[in-house]
């Protein structure tokens, strides 16, 4: 998902940061993430029809091993949804655990600085 960082491009061409509502915010947030999400998902696509070729060519399950990969998407997945919905509340109704909140927005953006 890159950096928490969002060029003003990725946001939608009507949103105006300084008087947005919580709402408006949100669904800005979304909008971004929408499209951040969608080269993922083309990616897993890509990756689910080499694990099935490999499986099919080979004879092995491999499943175990790809695993690995699908729960990460999945952390993301609601790592990012969770961000998200913190947007929508306002800011307010976070995951009431700050090491957990943190760690999921250390997930999202996870190998993005150096």
């Known amino acids: 998902m890159r950096t928490p960082f969002i060029n003003a491009p990725e946001y939608p061409v009507d949103y105006d940061p300084i008087s947005a509502t919580s709402i408006e915010k949100s669904k800005a947030h979304v909008y971004v993430y929408v499209n951040r999400w969608k080269p993922l998902t083309e990616a897993v696509q890509s990756f689910d029809i080499a694990v099935f070729e490999a499986e099919t060519i080979f004879g092995i399950d491999i499943t175990q091993k790809t ?48």
């Open 67 to 114: 695993e690995v990969l699908r729960s990460c998407v999945t952390t993301l997945y609601a790592s990012v949804k969770l961000y998200l919905d913190y947007l929508a509340a306002g800011g307010k109704g976070y995951h009431p655990n700050v090491e957990r909140k943190n760690e999921r927005y250390n997930f999202c953006y996870a190998g993005s600085s150096g």
